[in-house]
């Protein structure tokens, strides 16, 4: 007796929601406990350290952190765009926006790279500070989910886009899924900006 889980399209009436969305929704979950554990590792650490200093001596720069928030907003609303544009058939824009994502996913890495690189040259490492111990951590790790969404988008641009042509309902249900993971990469980012470089 086989024990797989069929592919549906259409909501299951015992949960109202398709496997796809049920499993990225488990799958996030267990994202927030990561990052909730690290946030809360944080929390812990700042207050408990007796030489705390905030990002500011560190060089950190809140006019590229702003612009790398504006860069993941407007990648999370050409996301929603793109699948909006699956949904309403026209597969030419959905190409359209979903490109934009993937190149605001690299401006953004770009962005990061040059902070990395500016404390790098200044001496500065994870082990300088527990300030930046915690701001490798978090970043970095935030970094890794954005190029491996960014990844997945792009796959959902090129080749995998020949989904559309054979089954454009579970292609349009990946693109869902995966504009639900790359909502909570730009989260994480709204929650990073505020507690590593304002506070």
């Known amino acids: 007796m086989s024990m ?12 109202g929601l398709n496997n796809v969305k049920i499993g990225i929704w488990l799958f996030l979950a267990s994202e927030v406990m990561l990052f909730g554990g690290l946030f809360a590792g ?3 650490l700042r ?6 200093q905030p990002g500011s001596a560190f060089g950190l720069s809140v006019p590229l952190a702003f612009t790398n928030t ?3 907003i407007t990648s999370s609303v050409t996301m929603v765009m793109a699948w909006a544009s699956l949904i309403r058939k026209d597969f030419s ?42 701001y490798f951590t978090l970043t970095g790790l935030h970094g890794i989910h954005v190029i491996a969404g ?4 792009a796959y959902l641009w090129g080749p995998g886009a020949k989904m559309w042509e054979t089954a454009p309902e579970q292609f349009t249900n ?13 989260l994480v980012w709204i929650f990073l900006f505020p507690v590593l470089y304002l506070l």
């Not at 990946?174 to 730009?186: C, M, P, T």
């Open 42 to 44: 944080y929390i812990i």
């Open 93 to 134: 824009k959905y190409r359209l926006y979903m490109g934009i994502t993937v190149l605001c996913g690299l401006g953004f890495m770009v962005i990061k790279y040059i902070e990395y690189t500016s404390k790098f040259s200044h001496g500065y490492y994870p082990s300088t500070h527990i300030f930046l111990a915690l």
């Open 150 to 153: 960014m990844g997945y988008n």
């Open 47 to 52: 207050v408990g350290s007796t030489d705390w």
């Open 70 to 72: 504006l860069v993941l």
């Open 174 to 186: 990946r693109v869902e899924a995966s504009g639900l993971f790359w909502h909570f990469v730009d």
């Open 4 to 15: 797989a889980i069929p592919y549906t399209v259409e909501p299951r009436p015992d949960t």
